[in-house]
């Protein structure tokens, strides 16, 4: 079964500080792995996707991310955070195209911004 | 593309009643998903669509809880007998069948609060 672990419930940073957020995954096969982001009583938005390929992706709001197959990790990073980054951060790990598997999402990263 | 879309938005019911909550996916997606998300924890998979069929569904999905996708279009949970337990945001995502891999769109969600 696949799963995904967020070693870090809260991570606090500065204003401009650079980010980096971890996630492990437990998967069988070649994942597809994801990032998404929630606001407090939202849904969940995009960051980015890894389905093949260059092992560095790029998402929105300057957000990347690495894929690293001998660790497991897809860790997300940002060089300079803004105070609207405080959110909470979600890793997911999906199953091979035409499978009937939805994604399995890690506990979440609570992000706070101090000024 | 208007996104996925949902409602209501907030539901308050007393526990026993009879709740259903829609969802219209991305026009194009031919792959609709229920999640469960609680407080403090990622979202859990509760059931999966591809076109009108259901496909695949949780154990988490107990005998109360039924969900249609009528026409492969929009569709509908339904969460009969509430308990208190059944507090929750409920998320519906769709994507769109690809080789490449799926993309899997979230709406704003859909809270409870069973009293």
């Known amino acids: 079964a696949q799963s995904v672990t967020q070693p870090d419930i809260h991570i606090t940073v500065s204003e401009g500080a650079s980010l980096e957020l971890r996630c492990n995954y437990s998967y069988g096969a070649t994942p597809y792995l994801f990032w998404y982001v929630q606001s407090p009583g939202q849904g969940l938005q995009l960051l980015l996707k890894?389905?093949?390929?260059?092992?560095l992706v790029q998402g929105i709001k300057g957000f990347e991310a690495e894929f690293k197959r001998s660790q497991s990790s897809f860790n997300l990073r940002k060089p300079s955070v803004h105070w609207s980054d405080a959110a909470e951060y979600f890793c997911a790990v999906g199953a091979p195209p035409r499978s009937a598997d939805g994604l399995t999402f890690g506990k979440g990263t609570h992000l706070i911004i101090q000024p | 593309d208007t996104g996925v879309s949902q409602n209501p938005r907030h539901k308050i019911t007393k526990r026993g009643q009879n709740v259903t909550f829609r969802c219209d996916p991305i026009s194009e997606h031919n792959r609709l998903y229920w999640y469960r998300q609680t407080l403090g924890q990622g979202p859990e998979f509760l059931t999966y669509?591809?076109?009108?069929?259901?496909?695949?569904k949780s154990r988490l999905l107990s005998d109360r809880f039924s969900a249609e996708r009528p026409k492969g279009s929009f569709s509908t949970l339904e969460i009969q007998r509430t308990e208190q337990g059944d507090s929750a945001m409920y998320l519906c995502a769709s994507s769109l069948d690809r080789a490449s891999g799926n993309t899997i769109y979230f709406g704003e969600g859909s809270w409870l609060t069973v009293v």
């Open positions: 669509f591809q076109n009108e069929a259901q496909l695949e």
């Open positions: 890894y389905f093949s390929g260059d092992t």
